[in-house]
């Protein structure tokens, strides 16, 4: 494994998937029941997997069969609860329960056929993802007050950590926010980048720091793989493992995000794999998202191959450069150094290591930049196994700096970009476009906060399947609300943030 060469710390980052070629799921469509067909896992996990975890390794194989086999389950009761779907989550030691919270009565006994536990909430998951919001729209005067935040399904509840947890706890009362849906937590948390740390193969950034390559990935036919944002910016040149001039960073986003994609030369061919502590490869499958409490793994240049669980989605962390937003908390260790590193749960992406606390020796808490994001932000196509599966499509609505997709039933909405807001510091026009599936009726409103809530400044909501808002407004904080006030499917919002 690659060190930093004399001079500055880098941040390390993973070359591409991970493939624990696990069971693969079948569904008998007459009962519904899933059964797990047996693979072999790829070399080191359920070592890893042991020794993080703590468990056998008959109990190590079982979870891995379990999580496989209940993730369909999983999926479709989400699809099937829509707005009423409160999240779901593993237990046990093999993760052999899976429990499934819903805002009525009424839906248990259906979660319960589909082999889960059901559990009644409070909230559902949009309406935690909404407080989630609030408390991103509105930081705190003092950068030290809140670490991170997240939401916790199990308890249905928003979770604030702080190193000052009364000054929290006060500045969650002054946005106004429910008091019953916010729990503070005192906590030393103190996530920072990870530099210096690599999954996969290393590679170096302007020849004074080293990241980790993430993900192989294609953007038409350009050659490119994934990294953390934080490893570098648009323009900083690359070399590879072997110091043979390799890319060039084209995007970079941080803080906000974590996330950066950078193109090859034709020297370099991506591939769908990954590096394993054992020295062999492990393939990449797809990237289909694992719930809280499966196992995932990540491996990186400084501290190689460790494993641990999904503990919380949907976290905001507070970097000394300023907050990012939805990333995914596990208790993977990890150290400076393993930055960009990939995380994979079986054969299957997850993210890219951002950052975290603590390190290998005592255990610590780890994040990572979900992997679909980054594919649809830069119309990124991953390299797997299977071939390569298109970007998001940008239907109608093309040729706007900034594109989101995502998929409703009739009577839902969905917050844009992604379940956030962006800001604008100049008086400038706005301008959005959506497209729906012909027949639909989805809606479009722009939205602005007010410094109390959450105000419609222009809407475009003609019974067309396309939509489009022209606004000038002046600088503040701005989002996009898409209704499907009848009809479902996918949308596509291109849109404009001045």
């Known amino acids: 494994m690659f060190r930093r060469p004399v001079v500055t710390a880098g941040c390390v980052f993973a070359f591409t ?137 199990r308890t249905n509840k928003v979770v604030v950590l702080s190193p000052k947890p009364s000054d929290a706890a006060a500045h969650i009362k002054s946005i106004g926010i429910e008091p019953d849906v916010v729990v503070v937590r005192p906590s030393n948390e103190r996530p920072r980048p990870l530099y210096d740390l690599v999954g996969g193969d290393a590679y170096y950034i302007n020849g004074t720091s080293r990241c980790s390559v993430g993900f192989s990935v294609l953007r038409g036919t350009q050659s490119a793989f994934v990294s953390a944002g934080h490893c570098g910016r648009a323009g900083a040149p690359t ?90 908390r596990t208790n993977a260790c990890a150290e400076p150094g393993d930055s960009g590193g990939p995380f994979v749960s079986v054969d299957q992406a997850q993210g890219v290591t951002s950052g975290g606390s ?52 009739a009577g839902q909405s969905a917050y844009q970009p992604g379940n956030l807001y962006y800001r604008s510091t100049v008086q400038k026009t706005h301008t959005g476009c959506l497209s729906s599936p012909a027949g639909t009726d989805f809606d479009l409103y722009l939205e602005k906060w007010s410094g109390r809530a959450w105000l419609v400044v222009a809407s475009s909501t003609s019974p067309a399947n396309r939509e489009t808002i022209s606004y000038t407004g002046t600088p503040g904080y701005y989002r996009y609300r898409v209704v499907a006030y009848a009809g479902s499917g996918a949308y596509t919002l291109g849109f404009s943030t001045p």
């Not at 409490?293 to 949907?314: E, F, L, M, P, Y």
């Open 358 to 409: 603590g390190d290998c020796s005592a255990g610590g808490t780890t994040y990572f930049q979900p992997i679909l994001p980054i594919l649809s932000f830069y119309g990124l196509s991953l390299v797997t196994t299977a071939g390569n599966p298109p970007p998001p499509d940008t239907g109608t609505c093309t040729g706007y700096p900034r594109t989101a997709t995502g998929s409703l039933n």
């Open 239 to 328: 070399k590879g493992y072997n110091q043979a001039d390799q890319g060039t960073f084209q995007a970079s986003v941080f803080p906000g995000n974590d996330y950066s994609w950078i193109a090859v030369n034709a020297n370099w061919t991506p591939r769908p794999l990954v590096r394993s502590t054992t020295g062999a490869t492990v393939s990449v499958a797809g990237a289909r998202e694992v719930i809280e409490g499966a196992s995932v793994c990540r491996i990186g240049s400084t501290s190689g191959w460790h494993c641990g669980t999904v503990q919380q989605r949907d976290a905001t962390v507070q970097y000394p450069q300023g907050n990012v937003y939805h990333l995914t």
């Open 17 to 153: 998937a991970l493939s624990l070629i696990g069971p693969a799921a079948t569904a008998d469509r007459a009962s519904g029941a899933f059964t797990a067909v047996p693979a072999k896992p790829p070399p080191g996990m359920l070592e890893a997997l042991q020794r993080d975890l703590g468990l056998p390794r008959s109990q190590a194989m079982q979870r891995l069969l379990n999580e496989t086999r209940l993730a369909p389950a999983a999926a479709l009761l989400r699809q099937r609860l829509g707005a009423r779907f409160g999240g779901s989550w593993f237990s046990g030691p093999t993760s052999a329960i899976l429990t499934v919270a819903t805002t009525s009565a009424a839906d248990l006994p259906e979660i319960t056929a589909a082999g889960a536990r059901g559990q009644v909430v409070g909230k559902s998951l949009v309406q935690l993802k909404r407080v989630l919001a609030e408390i991103d729209a509105v930081p705190p005067t003092s950068p030290d007050v809140i670490a991170v935040h997240y939401i916790e399904v």
